[in-house]
């Protein structure tokens, strides 16, 4: 049974960078894809990309290209999302989630999510 | 790429069935059978309730089913209960080889 855990959340200034990380337990965390989704106070569910741990591979959605970078630490079995240039608008949680390939296209299960506050 | 459709709300009396609809183009929902939902409680992580359309993972009332009839998808919820009270999101693989979800739908159980 995998289960993913989240680091606490932050507080950064615009136009800072956060680095959000997600342990994972159980399971073989090379063989599967860590997705990165964001959620902005009342709003909806964003999928901002996804990394494949043994492959080392990150695919972005367009919409965050340039500003996000999912890695991950086989060693730890940890992935990171780092958003960089923040503006208010990235004040929302950020979740981790298993999933994100043709064969595992959905997300499961998710991590308890990180809220990220940017304000001056 | 533009997120899925959803209604905002819809509502329903215990014991009472309700669908929520999600809907796509032939580049997302159309294309491909990998749709899948979720439920998100206040203040939770959304938690898996279907995927590739129609399946239920393990742990998932039957209560909850899927379908999808061209770009359309669709969440049905059959005997209500107080419980059902949430928000259900839809998620598709697209042909630009990301993941969309849709606005979210928020079930109000009366």
């Known amino acids: 049974q995998v289960q993913l855990v989240q680091s606490g959340a932050e507080v950064k200034k615009p136009g800072s960078s956060v680095k959000v990380s997600c342990k994972a337990s159980g399971g073989t965390f090379s063989s599967y894809t ?52 923040l503006r208010s608008e990235d004040t929302a949680v950020y979740y981790c989630a298993r999933g994100g390939t043709m064969m595992e296209n959905w997300f499961d299960p998710w991590g308890q999510g990180t809220l990220v506050t940017v304000s001056s | 790429q533009s997120a899925l459709t959803q209604p905002a709300s819809v509502s329903g009396s215990p014991g009472q069935s309700i669908t929520i609809s999600c809907t796509g183009t032939s580049s997302d929902v159309g294309g491909y059978n990998y749709v899948s939902w979720y439920q998100q409680h206040p203040g939770k992580a959304p938690k898996l309730m279907i995927y590739d359309v129609s399946n239920r993972p393990s742990g998932v009332s039957n209560r909850f089913s899927g379908s999808k009839s061209g770009n359309t998808a669709s969440l049905t919820i059959s005997g209500l209960q107080a419980e059902d009270e949430a928000d259900y999101y839809c998620s598709s693989y697209t042909s630009s080889s990301v993941w969309v979800f849709g606005g979210g739908t928020k079930l109000t159980v009366l």
């Open chain 1, 34 to 85: 860590i997705s990165w989704v964001r959620q902005a106070p009342g709003q909806g569910l964003e999928w901002m990309g996804r990394i494949i741990p043994i492959l080392g591979i990150a695919n972005y959605a367009q919409k965050f290209q340039g500003r996000v970078t999912i890695t991950a630490d086989k060693s730890t079995s940890t992935a990171y999302m780092e958003l960089s240039s």
